[in-house]
């Protein structure tokens, strides 16, 4: 018992980090690429960069993408697409 003493506080504390960490990063990473993999045109959209446009191009075989914005159109990679800017452009609008 006394040496699985020892090791129990570190492997208390890798499930802690487990669960605050790593477990909602990969939730969030799956989240994004799903978002990324049901883009499609028309879709109002925002980089990460803070670029606004619209999706004109989809291009599965090299995971681009075209936006055209107010000064013409953009070639982006589709991970260039923020989640979250894009979600909060695109949700309805609350009712006061």
Known sequence: MGDLGQFMPFVLMFVVI??????PQMKRAKKEKKFAAELKRGDKVI???GMHGKVLELNDKDGSCVIETMSGKVKFERSAISMEMSSKQNAPAKAK
């Open 47 to 49: 980089t990460k960069s």
């Open 18 to 23: 487990y669960f605050f960490m790593i477990a």
